[in-house]
């Protein structure tokens, strides 16, 4: 009994751990693609002005949504954590627990893709084109990638060591 619940224990640690940086990750304001990484390059794109306010609008309305989500997450998780010091933990509630984390981490992802598809309806066709041709030859304007831990450059910031 022992050896089983140390083993519950440490695959929901592993689990926890895995959702707790993928939901670290979406979590950065500055990581969105709405929000400074399109501002830096606002001129490249030719956004109009109406365009800019409305990705301003976007990016708030987003945040403020993200920021109820990652309340309920961490409530959830602590929930989730206190459970697991139990002496005796309930195997179900646990699991039960464990997928309710699990669904406000998958609502934040879906929260940003829903975010990248309003972006991409305020775009024009050829904004679209130019976007997905700027996030082939410069990956440091895509989300996450080409950036240690997701941070965002300024626009006069060197590009990313290459390894």
Known sequence: MNGTRWTIVMI???VLFAGSLMAQRQMKPEGHQGGHNLMMLADELQLTDEQIEQFKDLK???EKKAI???ANLEKERLELKRMMDADK???RAVISQAEKVHGIEGKLNVQRIEHELDIADILTDQQRTRLKELHRERPEHREGMGRP???MLHKDSPPPHKK
């Open 12 to 14: 929901l640690s592993a």
């Open 60 to 62: 708030y309305e987003m």
């Open 68 to 70: 109820d989500l990652r």
């Open 89 to 91: 933990p309930n195997r």
């Open 149 to 151: 831990e997701g941070k």
